[in-house]
């Protein structure tokens, strides 16, 4: 499955940087621009295969963790919306990494780069709301360490811990609704999660406790005003992000 080739690439490609010398810059340059092309020449791979004739998530492939009796399985898949946003994500990293590679710690910046997209791709494909809630709060870690080491303004420090607060305290109200559609339902399977039938008032509440974090995350919130300091020296980067 192209999925599985997808994460597996990536995830090899971040244990090898971690063991390239950061004086190797050549071999650094190398590893990062041929991985992120073949995650790029895959995803649009999804995209020419995908079937538009049908509303099931395709590509579908699961994880099983231990036995049967643990009932530990993790399922991935795209539909007609993520495999859009599977397919930005691998271009705009491949152009990221095209636009850094005369920076400095060039090794950091890759890696941080390629775990945003591994993470970001897991995100779009994920059929588990409780493994996209931590793959989607897993992206400020990466972005922590860019934003504080490669930011360009004074007050970087500073606007790197409103971002980093103020998400973590909207992402409580994912949180809460998450549990609570575990309490109800059984289950944070996605598909699942579609076929229950949630009341009116239940729907509403729920789309505010994601959307509010949607709306802190992509600065569209009154309180994220002090996030509008941060800033990458590359540009192309602060419009990707």
């Known amino acids: 499955m192209l999925l599985t080739s997808i994460f597996s690439l990536l995830c ?29 020449f895959l995803s649009c791979g999804l995209l020419v295969q995908f079937d538009c004739n049908t509303h099931y998530f395709q590509n579908v492939i699961v994880f099983a ?31 990221c990494v095209l636009f850094v590679l005369d920076e400095h710690l060039l090794k950091e910046y890759v890696i941080s780069l390629l775990l945003i997209e591994l993470l970001l791709l897991l995100v779009f494909s ?3 709301v409780f ?14 360490l860019m934003i504080g080491l ?34 109800v339902v059984g289950t944070l399977n996605i598909e699942y999660l579609m076929s229950y039938d949630f009341t009116l008032e239940e729907q509403c ?18 309180f994220m005003f002090g996030c509008l300091k941060l800033t990458l020296k590359h540009q192309q980067l602060v419009l990707f992000f």
């Not at 090899?12 to 940087?17: D, K, N, R, V, W």
């Not at 789309?207 to 509010?212: I, P």
């Open 12 to 40: 090899i490609s971040l244990i090898f940087l971690s063991f390239i010398p950061g004086h190797n810059v050549k071999l650094i340059r190398s590893v990062s621009l041929f991985s992120s092309a073949i995650v790029l």
């Open 65 to 95: 963790l231990g036995d049967q009796s643990l009932n530990m399985t993790f399922s991935f898949g795209l539909d007609g919306i993520s495999i859009f946003f599977f397919v930005l994500t691998s271009l705009l990293i491949f152009l």
């Open 126 to 128: 994920v059929l588990d």
């Open 131 to 144: 493994l996209f809630y931590i793959f989607f709060e897993g992206i400020l870690i990466p972005m922590f």
């Open 150 to 183: 490669w930011g360009s303004r004074e007050r970087k420090i500073r606007a790197v811990y409103l971002l980093f607060f103020y998400t973590l305290v909207g992402s409580l109200l994912m949180l809460v609704g998450i549990l609570y559609m575990l309490s």
């Open 205 to 222: 509440w729920l789309w505010l406790a994601f959307f509010y974090l949607l709306l802190l995350k992509y600065q569209c919130f009154l």
